[in-house]
């Protein structure tokens, strides 16, 4: 009989973390992956000999700065490529190209509205206030309302502090954005509807909603906490794409002496007398630990690896209910070069960072309009990069691999479904693309569609959604994914979760592996005295 | 790609080490020949030639120009009469700095300004919520601005106009040279006799060529960013992000200063006559009911034989060129605490005009007393070593001809 300290199921970046926190601490952790390699959401894939494909996940900007130094990353191959600017084209030629220096993108900005290029070092000057107070809400375990325990009530008082400890102004805004559009907030900043446009993208990243919906704040506000190199909001390429960081993850891990196991799906946790004692895998396999975690997304973790009848009503009630509605596809491209802007001198240079497809407000809620009523985005938002332009290990020389993340492609269509729509979600973004990019279409060697259901078939995610589960406020902090059970516990005694279902949430950021890597160790340094 | 100011077509073939610094987006010169040292001293010998157009510049018009301003700035603006300049700050609420800046009084209701960074919408919010009927427009790139600073700057400027004639100390002329119509102001950032002048963004090459030929027979001499920098600090002029920060991107309050506490103190000495209800006059009030001040700036002279000792004691000779610092230095009180914390020095120089090595300071009130003796800390080889200190009145260099009526 295999027996193991501890079982982590499902090798995306939350679970090899929470493993690799394990393993450090000297547990014997097993990761089982169901796919033939780990990664999760977060691989790249030669699907084409001699091209990487990040396939899902593309960019890294809030995976958090301590876990790469406690499991040794860079050691292990860790390397985030910076993303010298952003690229945002209007609909009839102009473009906001902005990058690392504050000045040149103010006069980039004074081209479109000189008071909204003063009003940029304003907004960002709050915004990094804010992001500096909740950061501490990020990389904390989050407090359980519901108890009275003593450490409750101290983690209780620690989030008090916290709220409470902010100026005022940093309040207001941190109110604003937790129950207001991000349009709203923008709007008292901004004039230039360009420039609100560039800014708007973050709150509807891999969300149901719009620059206009009220949950889009708190949805631009979270991926605003993420940073590359200190500054808030900004991202970074991994080395060989996001696979390339998973892969230093499992790296990590082993050389704590941990296992993994590909090929292995898990059917079922072992239960016995209300304790997890292992788990069940699809071909039969029975392994043991009195430790198991899953890092799968809420739904898989209560209401499969488990008999829901074991559990407490209200918690089944509340994740059946928990919104994951994935709303996000990828369309990735192979290209014989890179696209041409008519007005931009140099194209390599914008493919750098973001291709911010998404001019303004009223482009970006026609494209939610159409995933209101049940289909795609006939003229999407797409967040493009073409890693290749400064990877050269992503492509044959000259050759270019270019990823785009579409909004919206609900899982739900209304009138077909998405094996139907699949190629038809490709056109509508290749044509979108070729009207930023006249000759885009000529470039096109190969194309690859992923849909929400591609996701949740491949990755396992429930509906697809990236984050495992809406990011929205009443789904977040102190209801992540429940309430009562925002602490990485379950109601099986031994039995974790450690996924983007948990706090803080979905992105390639670490922070639930981790947080419940303290949970357990925590745990079983209590029940060991 | 970077902007260029007016000048450049002039300034880019004389630049010879051809090396560039980025000034709000723009490339400017930071030194126009190996020497930085002779180009500072055409400041205080003959003339120094500076090209200070990425200045942010601001023109305020309209029915409530002077009642806007009157709320806005720290300093009354109705002092400042149609021909005359203002050197003036505006503050926060809380009577913390904002920035510092020299407004004109162009013509009858139309004034000018300079600031070192972006504040139109500052401006413009304050006259929508307040409601006052003004006109702010950014004219920063309208117009180039030269800097002509030395003893024979007057004289060079004569060459080409007889309006500075008897043209007093922050007082304006709007004249022609050689045919263009240029804003001439008596200000400087070099505490020097010096003029500062508007030039139309298509006259500048013009207007920069005849005052080279003008100037050929008085040394008139380019003048980069590093010469300018030096010069400021003897004349006690302090430098955003360098001596102060702008309260409005500060993070605390431990980042901000009050007029005060950066010795513009002499700004409110009216003040009980001033009937304005300005942005920051409660707090500032409060601070001189109060004593609060944290700090003020002070000059400080370095003991020339402690320097000169500690260096030797290293076996090194004591450096004078290239010690220039912009960075923060501490300074300790002379107790029987080593190391008991005192304050700060902004920026440190070698005067080789003033044979001193010299700094600006933020000290607690208690030390700032002139003649008060302080301990700053070097880096001697890798050691941090206390260097004796005077604290000194600012202007360090405050030469007659700066004010002069001649």
Known sequence: MTKYDAIVIGGGHNGLVNAGYLAKAGLNTLILERRPYVGGAAVT?????????????????????????????????????????????????????????????????????????????????????VCHALKPLVDMIPPNPQSQEPEELERMAEFHAIMEGMPPDVQDMVQKLWTSSIAEVLDEYFENDLVKGMLASSAIIGSMCGPRSKESGMVWLFHKMGEYDGIFGEWGF??????????????????????????????????????????????????????????????????????????????VKTIQDFKFQGSAAKVNFVLSDVPKHPNHEYSSEIFRGFLNVGPTFDYLEEAFADAQEGRFSRRPFIDGCIQSTIDPDM???????????????????????WDTERDNLGDAVQETLNSFFPGFNDLVEHREVVTPLDIERIVGIAEGNIFHGELFADQLFFSRPAPGW???????????????????????????????????????????? | MPKT??????????????????????????????????????????????????LFKYKFSGPDAEAYLMHVMARDIRKCKPGRAQYTIWCDDAGFVVEDGVIMHVSVGEYWLTAAEPNLRYFRQIARKKEFDVQIDDITTDYGILALQGPKSLEILQELTSDLNGVGFFRLAHTKLDGHSVVISRTGYTGDLGYELWVPKD??????????????????????????????????????????????????????????????????????????????REAIEAEIANKSSRHKTVGLVIDWYDYQEKHREAGIHPPMDGVFNEGTMNIYRISDTPWEYGGYATCMMYSSLLRSHIALAKLPLDLCEPGTEVDLEVSIIRRSVNIKARVAELPFFNPARKTSRE
């Open chain 1, 238 to 315: 991994h080395k060989g794409g996001n696979g390339g960081f998973t892969q230093a993850l499992a790296r990590a891990f082993e050389a704590f002496g941990g296992t993994i196991l590909c090929d292995a799906g898990v059917d079922e946790v072992l239960r016995k007398d209300g304790a997890a004692v292992g788990v069940k895998l699809s071909n039969g396999e029975e392994i043991y630990a009195d430790i198991v975690v899953s890092a799968l997304d809420p739904r898989n973790t209560f209401l499969r690896l488990v008999d829901p009848a074991e559990l407490p009503d209200d918690l």
């Open chain 1, 395 to 417: 492509t044959p020389p000259g050759k270019h691999i270019m990823s785009n993340f579409v909004m919206w492609a609900p899982y739900h269509l209304k009138d077909s479904d």
């Open chain 2, 5 to 54: 100011t007016p000048f450049h077509p002039r300034t880019g073939p004389l630049n010879h080490p051809q090396i560039w610094e980025n000034w709000a987006g723009y490339l400017v010169a930071p030194q126009y020949q190996h020497s930085e040292i002779s180009e500072y001293y055409s400041v205080r010998n003959s003339a120094g030639l500076l090209d200070t157009s990425p």
């Open chain 1, 486 to 529: 925002n602490q990485y516990r379950t109601p099986i005694k031994g039995y974790y979760q450690c996924g983007s279902g948990t706090h803080p949430g979905g992105c390639v950021i670490g922070a639930p592996g981790k947080l419940a890597s303290m949970q357990i160790l925590r745990d079983r340094a209590k029940a060991a005295v």
């Open chain 1, 45 to 129: 894939e030669e699907l084409l000999p001699g091209y990487k494909f990040t396939t899902f996940s593309y960019a890294l900007s809030l995976i958090r700065p301590d876990i790469c130094q406690e499991l040794n990353l860079p050691e292990h191959g860790m390397m985030t490529l910076p993303m010298p600017h952003h690229f945002h084209p209007a609909e009839d030629g102009q473009y906001l190209k902005l990058g690392a220096d504050s000045y040149e993108n103010y006069h980039e900005i004074s081209k479109l509205s000189l008071e909204d290029a003063e009003a940029m070092h304003d907004f960002g000057h709050i915004m990094d206030r």
């Open chain 2, 203 to 280: 006259s500048c090459v013009a207007v920069w060529d005849a005052l080279m030929s003008a100037g050929s027979g008085y040394n008139i001499t380019p003048m980069g960013l590093h010469a300018l920098k030096m010069a400021r600090i003897e004349a006690g002029l302090l430098l955003l992000d360098v001596d102060f920060h702008s309260a409005r991107y500060a993070w605390t309050d431990a980042q901000r200063d009050t007029p005060h506490e950066l010795g513009w103190g002499w700004m409110f000495n009216t003040l009980a006559k001033d009937d304005r209800t300005f942005i920051g």
